[in-house]
């Protein structure tokens, strides 16, 4: 509720609900909406804010409980990867066993930071959102087994390769302990990238779909059985550190499948049913 007086000046501004009308031409004339100077005629002018719109109100509440439950899920497994951290230094030390494990590791790890934490993810949501609106739910579907069964058949073949290739190398190659180690242990856990490719578009799948908390725990249960391994698997080996950290190897296998699978009772749940498409 504005007054504005002779010249123009606002002379009180009192707080209403109560729409009254406005003079003639008013709006029109009003800066705010031609950037016109004007004088307003003297009297007392009402506005009311518009109602807000339902169907936004709604969608900026799911987004935030979304992003909530996303951060959450996001902060759970950075925490339990900090503790698997603190469990694998706490079994393996700083020696040459733990070295190279962690050299060998470097591998499937990086897959796994460029493809399994958004980049994949982030490149096939667009091509099935777009499907989904210009061909139907059908040709999504068929969309995303065609994705699907290029990434298995792609890094299938990469991954058969690159054991193949490690294998021959320690067959036809006498190499120092650490070496011969770390290519054993990678070719042991170069299946991995695979499986997080899987699951990088698993993620893609769900979030599309409009589920993100599902998606954001996988890392924390890839973490709970590595750290699983390190008590469970381990001592199976052997009981020399240089045997056991194979059973940490074969845990990150474990994980990597874990990881894949948790997504599949809620990807079913959307309708996904998989079947290879060539």
């Given at each position: ?119 994949l993810t982030a490149s096939f949501i667009p091509i099935f959102k777009e499907k989904e609106k210009n061909a139907g739910e059908a040709e999504m579907w068929d969309a995303a087994n065609a994705v699907i069964s290029g990434l298995i058949a792609a890094a299938t073949a990469v991954t058969v390769l690159a054991m193949a290739g490690i294998t021959i190398a320690l067959w ?107």
């Open positions: 509720h504005v007054r504005f007086g002779g010249r123009g000046e606002v002379t009180s501004l009192v707080p209403t609900s109560i729409i009254l009308g406005f003079p003639a031409g008013s709006l029109a004339a009003s800066p705010t909406f031609n950037r016109t100077p004007c004088t307003p005629a003297p009297g007392t002018w009402n506005f009311e804010l518009a109602p807000g719109n339902p169907s936004l109100s709604r969608s900026m509440s799911q987004m935030l409980k979304s992003s909530g439950a996303m951060g959450v899920a996001t902060l759970l497994s950075r925490i339990l990867g900090m503790v698997r951290e603190i469990v694998y230094a706490s079994f393996m030390g700083d020696g040459l066993v733990a070295s190279a494990f962690k050299f060998a590791f470097q591998i499937p790890n990086l897959f796994r930071r460029l493809l399994g934490e958004g980049a036809v190659h006498p190499f120092s302990f650490k070496t011969e180690l770390v290519l054993q242990l990678l070719r042991i856990m170069f299946p991995y990238t695979l499986l997080i490719c899987l699951t990088a578009i698993f993620m893609g799948i769900l979030n599309a779909r409009g589920s993100f908390f599902v998606p954001a725990m996988g890392a924390a249960v890839m973490n709970l059985v590595m750290i699983g391994s390190v008590f469970l698997l381990a001592p199976a080996f052997g009981k020399n550190l240089e045997t056991q950290i194979f059973g940490l190897a074969v845990g990150i296998l474990i994980a990597g499948t874990a990881q894949a699978a948790y997504q599949l009772p809620n990807l079913r749940r959307t309708g996904f049913r998989y079947r290879w498409v060539s």
